[in-house]
């Protein structure tokens, strides 16, 4: 059986929620990510920052990324999965919300992340093709 540990990739490292946009796009730049986990001064996850939600939620939205923070940005609960969880459990949670990548946390610490990228490493073809499917479905029209 294939875990979310066994998928992950390790060396995620947590953007504190005090940090500036502009910082946190050098820290992805430098890391070559798009994505970081948020993490508060108790080092719990609160979140995640995309490359994407800088553009869109700072830039394109007119705010200035030296003054906003990555806290700015953490809304909502953290999703994350454990790091026992199978492909299964880690591709459902993914699907229902619709995400592309998700934090590994074990004994309330973050220890890595899976992307997309990774998913494609470790699961068979059908399985790839289905998630790419649910997550990229459009929502049904009102």
Same mark, same amino acid.
């Given at each position: 059986? %294939?875990?979310?540990?066994?998928?992950?990739h390790?060396?995620?490292?947590?953007?504190?929620?005090?940090?500036?946009?502009?910082?946190?796009?050098?820290?992805?730049?430098?890391?070559?990510?798009?994505?970081?986990?948020?993490?508060?001064?108790?080092?719990?996850?609160?979140?995640?920052? %995309? $490359?994407?939600?800088?553009?869109?939620?700072?830039?394109?939205a007119?705010?200035? #990324?030296?003054?906003?923070t990555a806290?700015?940005?953490?809304?909502?609960?953290?999703?994350?999965?454990?790091?026992?969880?199978?492909? $299964?459990?880690?591709?459902?949670?993914?699907?229902?919300?619709?995400?592309?990548?998700? #934090?590994?946390?074990?004994?309330?610490?973050?220890?890595?992340?899976?992307?997309?990228? $990774?998913?494609?490493?470790?699961? %068979?073809?059908?399985?790839?093709?289905?998630?790419?499917?649910?997550?990229?479905?459009?929502?049904?029209?009102?």
């Amino acid at each position: 059986m %294939t875990t979310a540990r066994d998928m992950m990739h390790l060396g995620a490292e947590c953007v504190p929620m005090h940090e500036s946009l502009d910082r946190a796009a050098q820290i992805m730049r430098d890391k070559q990510v798009g994505s970081l986990p948020i993490c508060g001064e108790d080092n719990k996850l609160k979140g995640i920052l %995309t $490359d994407r939600d800088i553009v869109i939620k700072c830039i394109a939205a007119g705010h200035d #990324p030296s003054k906003m923070t990555a806290g700015d940005l953490a809304q909502g609960k953290a999703i994350y999965v454990s790091a026992d969880a199978d492909e $299964d459990e880690v591709l459902a949670l993914m699907e229902k919300n619709k995400i592309r990548r998700v #934090p590994v946390i074990e004994e309330h610490m973050l220890i890595g992340m899976i992307s997309e990228a $990774d998913l494609a490493q470790h699961l %068979t073809e059908e399985k790839l093709a289905h998630f790419v499917s649910a997550i990229t479905k459009a929502p049904p029209s009102k």
